[in-house]
T-cell receptor
Framework: GAVVSQHPSRVICKSGTSVKIECRSL??????MFWYRQFPKQSLMLMAT?????????EQGVEKDKFLINHASLTLSTLTVTSAHPEDSSFYIC?????????????FGNGTRLTVT | GIQVEQSPPDLILQEGANSTLRCNFS?????LQWFHQNPWGQLINLFY???GTKQNGRLSATTVATERYSLLYISSSQTTDSGVYFC?????????????FGTGTQLKVEL
């Protein structure tokens, strides 16, 4: 149980285009979903927290107009990287939690490796 | 925000050896998890362990919440154990819903 599916696993796009990444909880309803970013040989950095039906909460330094997050249902959240540039190339990982994060385990997708040329 | 430090940063083991990874955190926590990130980037849930001790096969973990640390034990290591091990916590302070990751331990198990 507690499977989180993330697509695509790998994407290459040209500078200036937009890319959408999907995160789905397959066998549970996710009250909260999180988006993380990871640069090579570094830890995971939280980008934003999304709750179904409300606006995402972005971490300091993360541009909300560049990284659009939509949590349309209890099983789906999307991250759209708008007008992508080479510096946006990174590994993006989503996670979902069924209960409240402070007392429930988080489950992670397999990540999306984005390369902007 | 809460700070999470892991040690050692890098570790090389011979297959069959045992090891202990440590996670120190700067504040009280409600949630602590250990993950293994494999070479393909996948994060594997190892333990959800805000306190106490748990065991799963060759792996076990102990969290001493009052002293703000957690330990991950790997026994009889195998080459498939290689990768990065992260602990992650949700602090009790402001922003108590965010899972903050530690600095990670890069483990390499050699034949």
């Amino acid at each position: 149980g507690a499977v989180v599916s993330q697509h695509p696993s790998r994407v290459i796009c040209k500078s200036g285009t937009s890319v959408k990444i999907e995160c789905r909880s397959l066998d549970f309803q996710a009250t909260t979903m999180f988006w993380y970013r990871q640069f090579p040989k570094q830890s995971l950095m939280l980008m934003a927290t999304s709750n179904e039906g409300s606006k995402a909460t972005y971490e300091q330094g993360v541009e909300k107009d560049k990284f659009l997050i939509n949590h349309a249902s209890l099983t789906l959240s999307t991250l759209t990287v708008t007008s992508a540039h080479p510096e946006d190339s990174s590994f993006y990982i989503c996670s979902a939690v069924q209960g409240v994060p402070y007392n429930s385990p988080l489950h992670f997708g397999n990540g999306t490796r984005l390369t902007v040329t | 925000g809460i700070q999470v430090e892991q040690s050692p940063p890098d570790l090389i083991l011979q297959e069959g050896a045992n090891s202990t990874l440590r996670c120190n955190f700067s504040d009280s926590v409600n949630n602590l998890q250990w993950f293994h990130q494999n070479p393909w980037g996948q994060l594997i849930n190892l333990f959800y362990i805000p306190s106490g001790t748990k065991q799963n096969g060759r792996l076990s973990a102990t969290t001493v919440a009052t002293e703000r640390y957690s330990l991950l034990y790997i026994s009889s290591s195998q080459t498939t154990d290689s990768g990065v091990y992260f602990c992650a916590v949700v602090g009790r302070g402001g922003g108590g819903n965010k899972l903050t990751f530690g600095t990670g331990t890069q483990l390499k198990v050699e034949l």
